[in-house]
């Protein structure tokens, strides 16, 4: 089933913080996320694991919230840069999966 | 490294023609292999994934299919193609855990 991304869109100013949560209704192994620029192909950003650490990238760090099957992608200080589509992918609970599950994508605009 | 090349990077086809786009990577053995769809402004379908030669999972029922003649060559194909096969085709692999790593992909419009 795939996760539910919210909020669909977000429009900031540079240097303003953002939230995007990604939720699953299935007990989750691992959520991945990925960010898509206009017309490219989407790039990897970090993985959380099932009993791991909150994870960062540059300034965009991350939590997964496994009772909740929740997790939740923090930008902070947003940067031009960071304009997108974010996507979360979600891994089941059998860790032996061999796709992922991604929901319909935040997109972020960074405006100037 | 690791490199994954995709293509054509746009293709433009009439309806009824038939389809190949291509995929391989370089840099490591043995990966799992993916083609996903994503319609504009939409997210990430998974099509197919492959996990050795010759062995190829199904995800959506369509008139797609998937091919892995070699180790690191993937192959999506059709013989006929819909107006609704229009869309932004990705190809992906991953070795290990799933993370996944994706080609520049193809943008496909059926006319």
């Known amino acids: 089933q795939q996760p539910v991304q919210s909020p669909q869109a977000v429009i900031l100013r540079e240097g303003e913080d953002a939230v995007i949560n990604c939720s699953s209704s299935k007990a989750l192994y691992s959520v991945h996320w990925y960010r898509q620029k206009h017309g490219e192909a989407p790039v990897f950003l970090m993985i959380l694991l099932k009993g791991g650490e909150q994870m960062r990238h540059e300034k965009i760090s991350a939590s997964f919230n496994e009772k909740k099957q929740q997790s939740s992608l923090y930008l902070t200080a947003s940067q031009l840069s960071y304009s997108g589509t974010y996507f979360c992918g979600t891994e089941g609970m059998s860790g032996s999966a061999r796709q992922l599950t991604f929901g319909s994508g935040t997109q972020l605009t960074v405006l100037p | 490294s690791q490199t994954i090349h995709q293509w054509p990077a746009t293709l433009v086809q009439p309806v009824g023609s038939p389809l190949s786009l291509e995929c391989t990577v370089e840099g490591t053995s043995n990966p799992n292999l993916y083609w996903y769809r994503q319609a504009a402004g939409r997210g990430l379908q998974l099509l197919f994934y492959?996990?050795?030669?010759?062995?190829i999972s199904s995800e959506v029922p369509q008139n797609l299919s998937a091919s892995r003649p070699q180790d690191r060559q993937f192959i999506l194909s059709s013989k006929k193609l819909l107006l609704s096969d229009s869309g932004f085709y990705l190809c992906?692999?991953?070795?290990?855990?799933?993370?996944?790593?994706f080609g520049n992909g193809t943008r496909l419009t059926v006319t």
């Open positions: 492959s996990v050795g030669i010759g062995q």
């Open positions: 992906a692999w991953s070795a290990g855990r799933v993370t996944l790593h």
